[in-house]
């Protein structure tokens, strides 16, 4: 693993652990993970680097998306 390898890791786990603690994973040293939206199928892509995107696999959210009533 090379640095960038090392430092998306850390970034994943700091998510992972503050979504465990506090059912959040935002917060300071780690990319925006943006709340899901139906219409833009809104996600965050963990890679080198990390962004949050929209339209990710939008037939497949927009199946799913058929099967939950709305909030």
Known sequence: MNAS???L???MNA???RFAAA???NGAGVPAWP?????RD???VWDIPSA????IRTAACDFWDALTPAP
């Not at 949050?52 to 339209?55: E, L, S, V």
Request: cysteine-free; hydrophobic content about 40%; charged content about 25%.
């Open 5 to 7: 390898d090392l430092a």
């Open 9 to 11: 890791s850390d970034a």
């Open 15 to 17: 998510a992972w652990g």
């Open 23 to 25: 059912g959040d994973s």
């Open 35 to 39: 709340l899901y939206d139906a219409a």
């Open 42 to 44: 809104s996600t965050l």
């Open 52 to 55: 949050a995107r929209d339209g």
